[in-house]
């Protein structure tokens, strides 16, 4: 939920994809892969998270196909649509994430919520590329660029004051995971743990880090 710099410029939880086989990509793992934005694809979000521009083109957009472990611990498939930048650095991330059953609610463009971000922070939905602006602001979102990804949303909301976003996401403002209410107060992100420390690996940076407000699900590069 930060400005969209000018280096941007530079550059449902589903086991169903649309056909991406003649769409040029690359396999990471089996189940872990980035593609170029086929014609599904962008027939899917266009008019929706994407729209023509002055600031990012389909041509730096990647569409990633990834594997994740839900709450109840059943495999799924998931997808996500990130800056080609960062394309490598999701697949591998993710990989790891799979491989330490780190649970995740799901995983599904932001456009099966009609791109809108509350909708989709309601569900608990982790997501990346939605061209739109910062939550209370005229500037771009880094999510604009396909440069930032929010994890499990509820779990890990947005604070700002007395403002809590997803509004379902209330009782998960209480970091202390011994004070914390929510059902699922063990898996919110905490300074230090292992999403936390993989991110960071990658380069990323956490909105939980922020002084004037704390964006507990973001991550950007």
């Known amino acids: 939920m930060t400005i969209c710099l000018v280096s941007c410029l530079l550059m449902a939880s589903t ?114 590329f939605n061209y739109r602006k910062i939550t209370g602001s005229s500037s771009l979102s880094r999510h604009a660029c396909g440069m930032a990804i929010d994890i499990n949303p509820q779990i890990n909301p947005y604070v700002k004051g007395n403002t809590v976003l997803p509004a379902n996401g209330k009782a998960y403002a209480q970091r202390d995971e011994k004070k914390c209410t929510g059902k699922y107060a063990s898996a919110m992100i905490q300074r230090g743990d292992f999403i936390y420390t993989l991110f960071k690996k990658h380069g990323f940076s956490w909105g939980g880090d922020w002084n004037s407000l704390k964006d507990y699900q973001h991550f950007e590069k």
């Open 15 to 128: 086991s169903v994809f649309p056909q991406i086989s003649n769409t040029p990509g690359t396999v990471y793992k089996d189940g872990f892969s980035y593609h170029e934005i086929s014609p599904a694809i962008e027939s899917r979000i266009t008019g929706s998270s994407y729209r023509e521009n002055p600031d990012i083109s389909l041509d730096d957009l990647r569409y990633v196909k990834i594997k994740y472990v839900d709450f109840e611990g059943n495999e799924k498939s998931g997808e996500l649509i990130v800056n080609r930048r960062i394309a490598k650095d999701i697949a591998e991330i993710f990989y790891e994430l799979y491989k330490h059953e780190y649970p995740l609610e799901e995983v599904s463009l932001i456009d099966n919520y009609g791109a809108s971000d509350e909708k989709s922070m309601e569900a608990n939905n982790t997501t990346s």
